[in-house]
């Protein structure tokens, strides 16, 4: 006799996560300031917020330039 061991059933926890986004298995949801799920860590990347910028100002600059152009 004794307490013996009792085995737990572990709670409900799922052993993978899936991003809805990519499907990917993953650890970390990203969701936007609306509390919108917008990636996780295997599908969001990360971008130099100065070079992003730079290079949509020089899109942008572009774009006025052909739009001058055409008139
Ligand atoms: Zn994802």
Known sequence: MGWGVHDYPSPPEPDEAYCPVC?????????????????CDQCIDTVDAYEWQAEHQTDQREFYREMMRDE
């Open 23 to 39: 499907d990917q298995v993953c650890e970390t949801l990203y969701r936007n300031w609306e509390g919108e799920i917008v990636g």
